[in-house]
Structure formats: C-alpha cells, structure tokens
C-alpha cells in the first residue's frame, strides 16, 4: 500500500533540520519501508524547507506510523504537524 506522508515544520524546522539532517539521511536509507519519492516542502521562494513529503510503500498504517517516528526529524521535533494518509495512485507519468 502507498501512503503519503506530510509533514510541516515548527518554526525552529530549519535549525533544528540543520542539526540533524545527516541522521535523517542516515535514517532514510537503511529504513524497511520502499521510499517512492522524498524531498522537503519549500517556501513560495523556494529558498527555505518549511516540511518534508513523502510517498512510502508499506504493508500498513501502522508501519507507515512506525517509519514516520522513527525519523530522526520527528524524535527531535523537526516537524509541527504531521498527516499520513493512504494515496491511492491514478495515474504516474514518470518514466520509471
């Protein structure tokens, strides 16, 4: 299943993105779950994050939740709100 992972900084996110960013790297690449996309959200400027997103292939909500609180972004408080919803894929025109 997909699930789509929304997630919107508190207004320390830069500098708390900052301090622990090499660990939510870390983190993302030895995770049990298949990463579809991930990136952060920007500013209309695009010019600061201001959240993250990402789109996750997991067996259920339950492991969505799991990979999500395990981020070091969330342990250290990186993020003021966060949705995890199932996304239902319609259409995709990437070529992979």
């Known amino acids: 299943m997909l699930f789509a992972i929304h997630c919107l900084d508190q207004p320390d996110g830069p500098a708390l993105r900052k301090a622990h960013y090499d660990a939510h790297q870390a983190y993302l690449k030895q995770v049990q779950v298949r990463l579809v996309i991930a990136g952060p959200l920007e500013d209309s400027a695009g010019t600061t994050a201001i959240g993250s997103f990402l789109l996750i292939e997991a067996n259920s909500v339950e492991d969505a939740v799991a990979f999500n609180q395990g981020d070091p972004f ?23």
Not at 82 to 96: E, G, H, Y
């Open 74 to 96: 969330f342990k250290a408080g990186v993020w003021q709100r966060v949705d995890i919803n199932r996304f239902n894929k319609r259409w995709d025109d990437r070529a992979n």
